[in-house]
């Protein structure tokens, strides 16, 4: 997926992937992870998700990752915040109280760069993108923030029947990303209202992952 495929997206507001509102998995399970008030989580690809409205003013710090300026502006614009822009190499910083979003690849997001993470909520990264990539991806995430526990949503249909992205993602798949590091528990599965994209059958899992106890 190039990402001229996401600029344009964004350009021509044809956002479908964007929810008006928290999302309801986050909001039900995010607790699930026992964070203490003020952790620090990530969002890959987070967009202007309104998830990160709903974590800040569930008492959390957000760290995000997102390859649109247009919509991290979009973002901090929402959330009534004028952030602070920073270059560094690649990357722009874009930093307010309590957020910050890195524009640019996320493959050019090391571990130092990012700082110090407390969990992960990917609800449209992994799905987000093709599945020569995702391996690359997962493995890319756990480096850069040392596989902290995380909230993880996959969406699973018949992919024959449509183009991603969202792509489908099932269990199977999850446990070869995740399997070796993490301890998995598929913390509720439903079926997406009206199908997803409102073209095909479709079933939206919450995933909680957390390290195994050494």
């Not at 399970?29 to 202007?48: D, M, Q, V, W, Y």
């Not at 995380?150 to 969406?155: G, H």
């Not at 024959?160 to 489908?168: A, E, N, R, T, Y």
């Not at 399997?179 to 079933?203: D, H, I």
């Amino acid at each position: 997926m190039e990402a001229s495929y996401w600029h344009q997206k964004w350009e021509q507001k044809d956002i479908g992937f964007h929810e008006s509102e928290a999302n309801p998995l986050l909001i039900k399970h995010f607790a699930e992870l026992n964070l203490p008030e003020g952790s620090r989580i990530f969002l890959p690809l987070c967009g202007k998700t309104r998830d990160a409205a709903w974590l800040l003013a569930s008492g959390y710090q957000v760290a995000g990752a997102e390859l649109s300026e247009l919509a991290i502006n979009e973002l901090f614009k929402e959330l009534g915040l004028e952030p602070e822009i920073s270059k560094v190499g690649q990357l722009i910083h874009y930093q307010s109280e309590n957020i910050d979003i890195v524009a640019g690849d996320i493959f050019a997001v090391s571990a130092e760069y990012l700082g110090p993470i407390s969990a992960i909520y990917d609800r449209a990264a992994l799905v987000a993108l093709p599945a020569n990539l995702r391996k690359h991806y997962t493995s890319h995430l756990m480096n850069i923030t040392g596989a902290v526990p995380q909230l993880l949503i996959t969406y699973e249909y018949d992919q024959s029947l449509m183009d991603g992205p969202p792509f489908s993602v099932n269990a199977d798949e999850v446990k070869r990303h995740y399997g070796v590091s993490y301890q998995l528990k598929s913390a509720e599965s439903k079926p997406v209202n009206g199908g997803l994209k409102g073209k095909v059958a479709a079933t939206e899992t919450a995933w909680l992952l957390q390290k195994f106890k050494k």
